[in-house]
């Protein structure tokens, strides 16, 4: 089963510690080795967006920022044997963050990408 992993968070004051971006880089490299980790990436704020809308037959495209406190700042896409494989991977990138990034708040939206299993012959 494939999982979609959205990461939000406001910016705090400051970057992400070396030690932070060593630790998420080894996780990484865990999750890629066992199989489960496909892709990744880290996503520009808002500003370089754009959002796309249909609404009574009108399409409206609205260039970014966006007013959400919480930006999506990154995803990544997982190939696991359950929702909870799945939970436990966002868990353990978010909990890197809680131990060595004091103040850092996010949240990691963790969605089923339909596949195969998901429809009837």
Do not use: C, N
Not at 30 to 47: H, I, M, N, R, V
Not at 84 to 113: C, I, N, Q, T, Y
Request: charged share 25%; proline share 7%.
């Amino acid at each position: 089963m494939r999982f979609l992993t959205l990461l939000r968070a406001a910016q705090p004051e400051g970057a992400p510690s070396p030690e932070l971006m060593a630790a998420i880089m080894k996780l990484g490299e865990e999750a890629t080795a066992s199989g489960a980790l496909l892709d990744t990436a880290g996503l520009a704020p808002s500003a370089a967006g754009a959002k796309v809308a249909l609404q009574g037959g009108d399409l409206t495209v609205t260039d970014g920022p966006f007013a959400e406190a919480k930006e999506v700042i990154s995803y990544a896409i997982y190939d696991v044997g359950s929702r909870d494989e799945a939970v436990e991977w966002a868990s353990r990138f978010v909990k890197l963050h809680r131990d060595m990034w004091p103040g850092w708040e996010g949240e990691v939206d963790v969605l089923k990408a339909f596949g195969p299993e998901d429809f009837p012959q």
